[in-house]
């Protein structure tokens, strides 16, 4: 008889078949004397950690449950025999089996062995290898459960660390870099684990990426946790500066045979994603995993903490990837309930204001738009009260975001940039300070006030050289083409091919940079259209042009460009409702337009509501990057259509 709980709850006979243990009640039963290691458990003590709200006939249930294990545990014990594996002892049960034969003691024994001698590195990779996934994975609600794993998660982590250290003073080296890197990627929070990477890089003749390793870990604990290094670090880091003499392994043979341990395809995948000169991929890639991993600990806080400590200024309303957004609106979603709504407001504040961030892709539904938005405010109320200028400046962040429920609002968001600026001024948050002035260049080119959004860019850019925010001189080069585009329609001003070369030349900066595929996609090609709409002129017809997310709203004049009406009336009937995001005004002008042309007067007057807010203000130009021209234009052109007789 083997019992497993390093994953799912299973029994396994001696020739490796199953045993039907029953239902999930009857698994916890067992799980529950398994974690007991051979103590007795009370009935008292099973029936409340089985029943949150115990049932009138528990005991009954519980002795149920029992007997069908027992049956389950020795099927061939004769009647009226005494049991031998699960047992009455005074007041409850519990389990008599060897310990080699349940997989968790197994492994605490293993990781004890290897505590005291090295000689039991062996039997300890063993037994990490027989992890399946969470302790008591298919246990779920159950509070001793969670303690459980919480505790052996820790001890598991511990048995990766003492794995690699016992493998590293053997003389191992750059084959453990790869693990380790994915170790510390999963539980960046880990001190040790830092400093066995760095040792493994350094082993590996990788003094300089041992170094920056040793940087990052500096970085990130003081940044995101507010802690310092430990001693072992700044030790660590002194003797690598020095050359690392002492780093070397003593002179041993004893582990020459040691084979390094199984890697999942998972891992596999990883050790591709961390190769190169770099140990580490950086914390956008890795955020999820650091999520995740925070979770499995079972400490709500530190989940929280976790969540909170990616506090990067985000510019755009539409997400780079919305798949990894959802999924951690849902983790910083699981945590708050956690927290319940009485937690404690500094824990509280950031996961909710991760919701209102995160939850930014276009396909949301009215319902998560709506808790996007409560989300953002329940955090700027609570940043307000804790009075922390960090907090209050993300929070804002997400306020701005969620700042695209209908047209019209680039005053709004003008007050957001203003008070990010100010307090990223006068509490030296230099990143916040760039997302402020970004978002002020933003609300001033959507009003039209070009000189104040020049100003602005000149400013962000001066911040970026400090701060090395490449990104930032990459989006005013496309403002200026935008104020290009604005001018080409001025007497003496530049041409239309002038403006079309200054985005020309914006794209190719952007295409350049590794981030923000969300703002990237069709953004070209609406610039070029926008060129043409300032001048009269019909849609781009190039086929080699990408429309990205934008194709449903500019087919139609695509269409209408190479005089295939009918079908283009068939595209405009197909167009959807434009999402709130930046280029909402720009999307619905372009539907305006659209059934102008076409006569259509229930949807021209559909768009010339929506517009009727952003009258005063010019259209695609929230985004500072490119314009279609005034929308009081396309507002015209949709009230002359609609109320057409």
Not at 334 to 354: E, F, I, M, S, Y
Not at 506 to 511: D, H, I, M, R, T
């Amino acid at each position: 008889m083997r019992i497993d709980v390093l994953g799912a709850v299973r029994a396994l006979h001696d020739d490796g078949t199953p045993v039907d243990l029953g239902g999930p009640r009857h698994r916890e039963v067992l799980a529950r004397l398994v974690a007991a290691g051979g103590r007795m458990v009370t009935t008292d003590t099973l029936v409340a950690d089985l029943w949150a709200e115990p049932p009138v006939r528990a005991v009954g249930a519980l002795r149920t449950f029992v007997a069908a294990l027992r049956r389950a545990l020795e099927p061939g014990r004769p009647p009226r025999t005494p049991p031998r594996i699960l047992v009455t002892e005074g007041p409850g049960y519990a389990l008599h089996l060897p310990r080699d034969t349940v997989d968790v003691h197994r492994f605490e024994d293993a990781l004890d062995r290897a505590r005291r001698t090295p000689d039991a590195l062996t039997d300890l990779d063993e037994a990490l290898a027989a992890w399946r996934g969470p302790a008591y994975a298919d246990v779920t609600g159950s509070l001793w459960a969670q303690r459980e794993r919480t505790r052996l998660e820790e001890l598991r982590l511990e048995g990766v660390e003492l794995r690699a250290r016992l493998l590293l003073d053997s003389g191992a080296g750059a084959e453990l870099v790869a693990e380790l890197g994915t170790h510390v990627t999963e539980h960046p929070w880990r001190e040790p684990a830092w400093g066995l990477l760095a040792r493994a890089l350094h082993r590996a003749g990788r003094q300089a990426d041992a170094l920056a390793t040793l940087r990052r870990a500096r970085s990130m604990l003081a940044d995101q946790l507010g802690l310092d290094p430990g001693v072992d670090l700044r030790h660590l880091e002194t003797e690598i500066l020095r050359g690392g003499a002492t780093l070397q392994p003593p002179p041993s043979v004893w582990t020459a045979g040691v084979r390094l341990g199984p890697r999942t395809t998972v891992e596999l995948a990883r050790t591709l994603a961390l190769a190169g000169g770099d140990a580490l991929v950086h914390s956008r890639r890795d955020r999820l995993a650091a999520v995740q991993a925070a979770e499995r600990t079972g400490d709500t806080a530190l989940t929280a903490r976790i969540i909170g400590a990616y506090d990067v200024p985000a510019l755009w309303s539409r997400a780079d990837d919305p798949e990894q957004s959802r999924a951690v609106v849902a983790a910083a979603e699981r945590t708050l309930t956690a927290l319940g709504t009485d937690g404690p407001a500094a824990l509280r504040a950031r996961p909710l204001a991760t919701v209102a961030v995160e939850s930014r892709s276009a396909d949301l539904s009215a319902a998560e738009q709506a808790r996007a938005g409560e989300a953002a405010r329940e955090a700027e109320a609570l940043a307000r009260e804790l009075g922390d200028p960090a907090l209050l400046a993300f929070v804002l962040n997400g306020v701005f975001l969620q700042s695209f429920t209908r047209p019209g609002l680039a005053p709004v968001r003008d007050v957001i940039g203003s008070e990010i600026v100010d307090l990223a001024t006068r509490h030296e948050l230099p990143d916040f300070a760039v997302l402020g002035r970004l978002i002020r260049l933003q609300s001033a080119s959507a009003l039209g006030d070009l000189a104040s959004a020049a100003a602005h860019a000149e400013a962000a850019e001066q911040l970026a050289v400090s701060t090395e925010a490449s990104l930032v001189p990459v989006l005013t080069g496309w403002f200026r083409a935008r104020a290009t585009a604005a001018h080409s329609t001025e007497p003496g001003g530049p041409t239309a091919a002038t403006a079309a070369a200054q985005y020309r030349a914006a794209e190719n900066a952007l295409a350049e940079t590794a981030g923000m595929p969300g703002l990237h996609r069709g953004l070209f090609a609406l610039a070029l259209l926008g060129v043409r709409l300032l001048h009269g002129r019909p849609a781009p017809t190039d086929p080699a042009l990408d429309w990205g997310p934008y194709h449903p709203w500019t087919r139609p004049l695509v269409l209408l460009a190479r005089d295939r009406v009918e079908e283009a009336r068939t595209a405009l009937s197909m167009t959807p409702e434009p999402p709130p995001d930046h280029m909402q005004e720009a999307l619905w002008c372009l539907t305006a337009h659209t059934a102008a042309r076409l006569d259509e007067r229930p949807l021209a007057a559909r768009a010339a509501t929506a517009l009727h807010a952003a009258r005063d203000e010019h259209a695609g130009a929230a985004s500072g990057l490119l314009t279609l021209g005034p929308v009081a234009r396309f507002l015209a052109e949709a009230e002359r259509c609609a109320n057409r007789e």
